[in-house]
């Protein structure tokens, strides 16, 4: 699943960030999206990230499309 989403052509530093991102999101499963990202990238950002991609921040990050996915990524600071 994690090689899809980062499968596109981008710089191996990149590309482990994304990984590292979307395995964080997985691991979490019982967690919401607002909750996983808070821990991650702070209260505030998770918010904002969240209302940028025009997701419920109540969804667990398991019911997320791919599309959906690599929207919240859009919008939050990975290090890229």
């Given at each position: 699943?994690?090689?899809?989403?980062?499968?596109?052509?981008?710089?191996?530093?990149?590309?482990?960030?994304?990984?590292?991102?979307?395995?964080?999101?997985?691991?979490?499963r019982r967690?919401?999206?607002?909750?996983?990202?808070?821990?991650?990238?702070?209260?505030?950002?998770?918010?904002?990230?969240?209302?940028?991609?025009?997701?419920?921040?109540?969804?667990?990050?398991?019911?997320?499309?791919?599309?959906?996915?690599?929207?919240?990524?859009?919008?939050?600071?990975?290090?890229?």
């Amino acid at each position: 699943f994690t090689a899809v989403l980062a499968s596109n052509i981008a710089p191996p530093a990149i590309r482990r960030r994304r990984v590292a991102f979307y395995r964080d999101l997985m691991q979490r499963r019982r967690k919401t999206l607002r909750r996983v990202l808070a821990d991650r990238f702070g209260a505030d950002a998770a918010r904002k990230a969240l209302e940028l991609s025009g997701l419920d921040g109540t969804r667990r990050a398991e019911t997320l499309g791919l599309e959906e996915l690599r929207g919240l990524e859009q919008h939050v600071d990975i290090g890229v």
